[in-house]
């Protein structure tokens, strides 16, 4: 089992910066990788980043890439995602997912364990 709890959302204005952080813990970090997805009212869920267990691949939906930032401190157990140029469109619940096939998919339906959600509403 691993439970997942993120913190770090909040209410910003476009332009704005938020850090999302996401604390694992139950069972080894070791090889997970570890993804953020969000879901807007009405639409589905959509992946955002993903990482690899040893951080060294990173993958990011175009919608974010130069924008947002996923790292990980295995130390401590917990991924980041780093949120710059925020636009209203980035308004949505934004989720941490654990892969324990250590892919670091944009597939839903290949994490295996998921957080809460942490709501993120960015004003114009």
Same mark, same amino acid.
Do not use: H
């Given at each position: 089992?691993?439970?997942?709890?993120?913190?770090?959302?909040?209410?910003?204005?476009?332009?704005?910066?938020?850090?999302?952080?996401?604390?694992?813990?139950?069972?080894?970090?070791?090889?997970?990788?570890?993804?953020?997805?969000?879901?807007?009212?009405?639409?589905?869920?959509?992946?955002?980043? /993903?990482?690899?267990?040893?951080?060294?691949? !990173? $993958?990011?939906?175009?919608?974010?890439?130069?924008?947002? %930032?996923? &790292?990980?401190?295995?130390?401590?157990?917990?991924?980041?995602?780093?949120?710059?140029?925020?636009?209203?469109?980035?308004?949505?619940?934004?989720?941490?997912?654990?892969?324990?096939? /250590?892919?670091?998919?944009?597939?839903?339906? !290949? $994490?295996?364990?998921?957080?809460?959600?942490?709501?993120? %509403?960015? &004003?114009?």
């Amino acid at each position: 089992q691993v439970q997942l709890v993120e913190s770090g959302g909040g209410l910003v204005q476009a332009g704005g910066s938020l850090r999302l952080s996401c604390a694992a813990s139950g069972r080894t970090f070791r090889n997970v990788a570890m993804g953020w997805f969000r879901q807007a009212p009405g639409k589905k869920r959509e992946f955002v980043a /993903a990482i690899s267990w040893s951080g060294g691949n !990173t $993958y990011y939906a175009d919608s974010v890439k130069g924008r947002f %930032t996923i &790292s990980r401190d295995n130390a401590k157990n917990m991924v980041y995602l780093q949120m710059n140029s925020l636009k209203p469109g980035d308004t949505a619940v934004y989720y941490c997912a654990a892969d324990l096939g /250590a892919v670091g998919s944009r597939d839903p339906f !290949t $994490y295996d364990y998921w957080g809460q959600g942490t709501q993120v %509403t960015v &004003s114009s």
